[in-house]
């Protein structure tokens, strides 16, 4: 199982419904909003680097608000 964060950049004022859309998705095991250069940090888990990547072109950076993102994964 590989484990990533996403740090994610969200629209002004978009900040909430980006936050709830994200909450909903079964693979985010967690989600926080955070000041500084991001607006959003989500930990995700996947069984391999292709369902990492469909997870976060399917369901984050296509979540409507979502600006950019930048993937970190994990090592053991």
């Known amino acids: 199982m590989l484990t ?3 740090l994610i950049n969200v629209e002004a ?4 419904k980006v936050y709830d859309a994200l ?3 079964d693979q985010i095991e967690g989600i926080r909003e955070v000041f500084g250069q991001y607006d959003i940090i989500a ?3 996947a069984r391999n680097l292709k369902e990492m990547r469909a997870l ?4 984050v950076r296509n979540t409507p608000g979502v600006i950019a ?4 994964i994990t090592s053991d």
């Open 69 to 72: 993102t930048t993937t970190l």
């Open 4 to 6: 990533g964060f996403i």
């Open 23 to 25: 909450a909903k998705v």
């Open 43 to 45: 930990r995700i888990e």
């Open 56 to 59: 976060i072109i399917n369901k």
């Open 13 to 16: 004022k978009m900040e909430n």
